[in-house]
């Protein structure tokens, strides 16, 4: 099946440093990803939803300014956190559609990262 | 807005039990649901997913039925073992507006006594 991978699949850093995760469909194209946040025992928030080649869609009461988001290719989607803080101490997913006909069955399906574990000291 | 909720938050039972988890969605306008494991510090396995056409899926001991008017799917254990231990979330992937974003439900914390 699809791949997508995350990375790191850990960071520690200090309060006030940004943080950059790379969400990558490994053997597929995507043209559009999300962006997914979990708190500790909670479930997962979609933050936002990102576009190749144009601006990401923030979900309401996520701060664009604060969680950047660029999808510069068909394959490849970051997230980066800046000026982080301890309170966006979080586990972060993303997912990826699969938007080549090629990839035949699984097409405009979505396939899940393995998440990143973000601790801001 | 779509709103997916997950009874029980949390379930505990001996081994060798059959179980249902229950998953409700408010907007039946839905491409598909899909159901996730998630260990615990750990990212999501997905265990199955039915579109909007279909009433169930089958995977092993697992079955996970889909009833669209109602706002309904279960997701039915047979037979649990300690190792299906951990956190069950259902997902809707919702057909208005060409979206094709999940909302993802509560959650079901499962614990299997061995």
């Known amino acids: 099946g699809a791949v997508v991978s995350q990375h790191p699949s850990r960071v520690i850093c200090k309060s006030g440093t940004s943080v950059k995760i790379e969400c990558r469909s490994l053997?597929?194209?995507?043209?559009?990803m999300f962006w997914y946040r979990q708190f500790p025992k909670k479930s997962l928030m979609l933050m936002a939803t990102?576009?190749?080649?144009?601006?990401?869609?923030?979900e309401q009461g996520v701060e664009k300014d604060k969680f950047l988001i660029n999808h510069a290719s068909l394959t490849l989607s970051t997230l980066t956190v800046t000026s982080a803080h301890p309170e966006d101490s979080s586990f972060y997913i993303c997912s990826a559609r699969v938007s080549d006909l090629a990839s035949g069955g699984v097409y405009n399906e979505q396939f899940f990262g393995p998440g990143t574990r973000l601790t801001v000291l | 807005k779509q709103e997916v909720t997950q009874i029980p938050a949390a379930l505990s039972v001996p081994e060798g039990e059959n179980l249902v988890l229950n998953c409700s969605f408010t907007?039946?306008?839905?491409?598909?649901l899909q159901w996730f494991r998630q260990d615990p510090g750990k990212g999501l396995t997905s265990l199955l997913l039915i579109q909007s056409s279909q009433r169930e899926q089958t995977s092993g001991r697992l079955n996970a039925s889909l009833d669209k008017s109602s706002g309904r799917s279960t997701l039915y254990i047979a037979a649990s073992q300690p190792g299906d231990s951990a956190t069950y979330l259902c997902?809707?992937?919702?057909?208005?507006?060409?979206?094709?974003?999940?909302?993802f439900g509560t959650g079901t914390r499962l614990k299997v006594l061995a």
């Open positions: 997902a809707s992937r919702g057909r208005r507006s060409g979206t094709y974003k999940y909302i």
């Open positions: 990102s576009n190749e080649g144009s601006k990401a869609t923030y």
């Open positions: 053997d597929f194209q995507a043209t559009t």
């Open positions: 907007d039946s306008a839905i491409y598909n």
